[in-house]
């Protein structure tokens, strides 16, 4: 899942999120390109609007969103017309909005959200940050429990402490919190908290978004981190001769155990 932006018209983005639960938002939107949406017969549509004054808005995207919404743009322009993806996202809220206008169909727009702080391995917010904004942190990790996570199968990995703590307060709605807690019961593991799955969560995260293993940058941005207060602390010289001493010792062990 990768997060992308479009410039859609002043309104549209009001109208969507009046409409639809902003945990689903990207969702239904997701579904609806990838099942629902079709080119409408005057293709000359598609680029039609004041471009002016046009509003960029986020959304979560799989594989399979991208690929369709690029073959649509295609289509379009081997018709002949001028088209975007933005323009293309354009006409699609269009319709979507019409959707839901006219069968009167809206998600309960009222959600329990529930706040708590967890405490993560240091150098955990910097990485997730890399890849989701603050501002989506939260929606995030609400939609990545409700549509997507399982628990993982290692319960060494889950009955891990962190070496060094820093807190997240992250909000979700009711739903998520359950579903986590859900999970306790089920793993009826002495230890398996919430706060554990919630580790479990952004390091999953984390590897969705950045295809790579998630723990492995996580504990790369705390080394990097412990060598930088070194170097500011001691100088780079003695950085560097603790880190050839540290290779060096790492060499005649392995030699000796040979």
């Known amino acids: 899942m990768k997060q992308v932006s479009?410039?859609?018209?002043p309104g549209q983005v009001e109208a969507y999120k009046s409409l639809v639960d902003p945990s689903m938002q990207s969702k239904i939107l997701r579904n609806f390109i990838l099942n629902e949406y079709q080119l409408v017969d005057d293709l000359s549509v598609i680029n039609e609007g004041d471009v002016k004054g046009l509003k960029p808005e986020k959304f979560l995207f799989d594989e399979h969103t991208h690929d369709r919404l690029n073959e649509l743009v295609k289509t379009v322009r081997e018709s002949?017309?001028?088209?975007?993806?933005?323009?293309l996202m354009r006409n699609i809220m269009k319709q979507l909005i019409e959707k839901f206008e006219n069968q009167n169909v809206s998600l309960p727009k009222k959600r329990e959200i529930?706040?708590?702080s967890f405490y993560f391995e240091k150098g955990t917010r910097e990485v997730l940050e890399q890849f989701v904004p603050f501002r989506d942190r939260n929606s995030a990790l609400e939609r990545f429990i409700l549509e997507e996570y399982k628990p993982s199968h290692?319960?060494?990995?889950?009955?891990?402490?962190?070496?060094e703590v820093e807190p997240m307060r992250i909000g979700m709605a009711t739903e998520a919190f359950d579903k986590l807690d859900d999970y306790v019961k089920e793993i009826k593991t002495k230890g398996i908290t919430r706060t554990a799955l919630m580790r479990d969560?952004?390091?999953?995260?984390?590897g969705k978004l950045s295809d790579t293993d998630?723990?492995?940058?996580?504990?790369e941005k705390r080394l990097e981190s412990a060598l930088n207060e070194f170097e500011?602390?001691?100088?780079?010289?003695l950085l560097r001769e603790r880190l050839e001493e540290e290779y060096n010792l790492k060499i005649n062990n392995k030699k000796n155990q040979e």
């Open 6 to 9: 479009f410039s859609l018209f």
């Open 201 to 206: 969560v952004v390091v999953q995260l984390i």
């Open 232 to 237: 500011r602390k001691f100088g780079s010289d």
């Open 114 to 116: 529930r706040k708590s």
């Open 80 to 87: 002949g017309y001028k088209a975007n993806r933005s323009s």
């Open 154 to 163: 290692n319960l060494a990995f889950l009955l891990e402490k962190p070496e």
């Open 214 to 219: 998630g723990s492995k940058l996580i504990t």
